[in-house]
């Protein structure tokens, strides 16, 4: 049997069965208006563990993750800070993307970032005028939710459940409390675009439609978000994506659990949280994707130093055996890859397939083996473990951070000569560099 997904819209698990020869995915980024939290890398390593065994399983894959740069708490976050919006999300992001280099995150094919699309934004809500699903009030532009039949679908929420939580602010002019933003009139000070409505700004929701169908067609495989997004943000997704197009938006809908932290959901808003570039201080890659994938992608896990201690002293097991083997055969026919395929088909449960690993290491130290240690190779990288630089990963990724540092310091000084002889020098060692506008990322490619 096949790859089966549990998708939220059904509740149930599904057999994956893709649109065309190439799966699309669309995930749910960051709003960048603080640097990534673990919460954050828990989705990104949940859209990299489908994207790598869709992959290993022979399907070709189309990938789309967003960046929310224009949004209410971005402008909140200008004003406090007295900084340019668009320097906050371009600083936030490219932290977001080095950290996801470091822990060996595969890149999406392409990070549109919703400033970008505003022609595709305002399209989509004109469309959405014309069908009455939506209409104008004094610049804002409002969706009609009564409109469409099937609101409440994902989320499972009735519209008199809906009813008895819904209001309308002051400033707004809706016809209805249950009627969500498509476009927010400029206010002063604020960052706007020309629009048929006037001077404004689209709403949250809006973007992720319009950057979506822009890059996967207006339906497509499969999209990925955390479970804090399922509403409002997914539901009304599906509804202005559907009135507008007629045709289903999304087959499988898929959520991460959170990360929590003392049973409280880690987040910005609240400033309960952990940066991940601090715990890459006292944690190599290996041991943070091993902490989270120790947890089946769909229930939530607790952020405590002594799970992460647990992954550490797990993962360190597992290395010491396979390091005792000076050389591994590259190409191998793996060992339990019958065990291993059918829990990796069972919803991506990665804590049963990372159990098959620990079996090897088992039988492994009662009988040392070759074919052993190299199928215990062969599945850490499947999941995304990296063969690290030096014993300890900890120091060999924060020495590479400073020299990247130092690299992109003399790219911003045009001293390019200098530059590009570090560029050189790493890649010599196995470290290639992804440089984007203003900054280098690098990857570490297995030798």
């Keep these: 049997m096949g790859l089966r997904?549990?998708?939220?819209?059904?509740?149930?698990?599904?057999?994956?069965?893709?649109?065309?020869?190439?799966?699309?995915?669309?995930?749910?980024?960051?709003?960048?208006?603080?640097?990534?939290?673990?919460?954050?890398?828990?989705?990104?390593?949940?859209?990299?563990?489908?994207?790598?065994?869709?992959?290993?399983?022979?399907?070709?894959?189309?990938?789309?993750?967003?960046?929310?740069?224009?949004?209410?708490?971005?402008?909140?976050?200008?004003?406090?800070?007295?900084?340019?919006?668009?320097?906050?999300?371009?600083?936030?992001?490219?932290?977001?993307?080095?950290?996801?280099?470091?822990?060996?995150?595969?890149?999406?094919?392409?990070?549109?970032?919703?400033?970008?699309?505003?022609?595709?934004?305002?399209?989509?809500?004109?469309?959405?005028?014309?069908?009455?699903?939506a209409y104008e009030k004094k610049g804002d532009v409002y969706f009609r939710v009564r409109k469409f039949p099937n609101y409440g679908r994902l989320s499972k929420k009735?519209?008199?459940?809906?009813?008895?939580?819904?209001?309308?602010?002051?400033?707004?002019?809706?016809?209805?409390?249950?009627?969500?933003?498509?476009?927010?009139?400029?206010?002063?000070?604020?960052?706007?675009?020309?629009?048929?409505?006037?001077?404004?700004?689209?709403?949250?929701?809006?973007?992720?439609?319009?950057?979506?169908m822009h890059y996967l067609g207006e339906s497509f495989d499969i999209h990925t978000g955390g479970e804090d997004l399922i509403f409002p943000h997914h539901e009304n997704e599906i509804a202005q994506s559907v009135a507008a197009t007629g045709k289903e938006y999304v087959r499988y809908w898929m959520h991460n659990g959170w990360v929590t932290l003392g049973g409280e959901k880690m987040a910005k808003s609240t400033g309960h949280y952990f940066l991940i570039e601090d715990v890459l201080k006292n944690y190599s890659p290996n041991v943070i994707r091993l902490y989270l994938l120790k947890t089946q992608y769909r229930n939530q896990i607790e952020f405590s130093k002594d799970r992460l201690d647990e992954a550490k002293a797990a993962y360190s097991r597992i290395k010491i055996y396979v390091e005792e083997f000076k050389e591994l055969p590259e190409k191998i026919e793996p060992l339990m890859l019958g065990e291993f395929t059918e829990a990796m088909n069972d919803d991506l449960n990665t804590p049963k397939a990372l159990g098959k690993i620990y079996d090897l290491v088992k039988k492994g130290h009662e009988k040392k083996s070759v074919e052993i240690a190299a199928s215990i190779k062969h599945y850490l990288a499947v999941l995304g473990f990296r063969e690290e630089v030096e014993s300890s990963g900890e120091l060999s990724y924060q020495l590479i951070d400073i020299i990247l540092h130092i690299r992109n310091k003399l790219r911003n000084e045009k001293k390019y000569d200098l530059a590009d002889e570090i560029r050189t020098d790493?890649?010599?060692?196995?470290?290639?560099?992804?440089?984007?506008?203003?900054?280098?990322?690098?990857r570490l490619e297995d030798k």
């Design 158 to 212: 009735s519209i008199d459940e809906l009813i008895s939580g819904a209001r309308i602010a002051p400033a707004e002019s809706k016809e209805d409390p249950l009627d969500f933003a498509l476009w927010k009139a400029a206010k002063p000070d604020e960052p706007s675009w020309l629009s048929p409505w006037g001077k404004g700004r689209p709403g949250w929701h809006i973007e992720c439609s319009a950057m979506s």
């Design 5 to 133: 997904l549990y998708n939220t819209l059904t509740r149930k698990t599904e057999e994956f069965k893709p649109r065309g020869d190439t799966v699309g995915i669309y995930t749910c980024g960051l709003t960048v208006q603080g640097p990534p939290h673990v919460g954050h890398i828990r989705s990104a390593i949940t859209r990299d563990i489908l994207i790598r065994w869709l992959e290993y399983s022979g399907y070709t894959v189309k990938s789309i993750e967003n960046f929310t740069d224009i949004d209410d708490k971005i402008i909140e976050k200008q004003r406090k800070n007295k900084e340019d919006w668009r320097i906050i999300a371009h600083r936030h992001i490219e932290k977001y993307l080095r950290a996801c280099d470091i822990l060996n995150i595969k890149r999406a094919t392409f990070y549109p970032w919703a400033s970008q699309h505003m022609e595709e934004i305002i399209v989509l809500v004109k469309k959405l005028i014309d069908k009455s699903f």
């Design 426 to 442: 790493l890649e010599n060692l196995g470290i290639k560099l992804a440089d984007t506008k203003g900054v280098s990322l690098h």
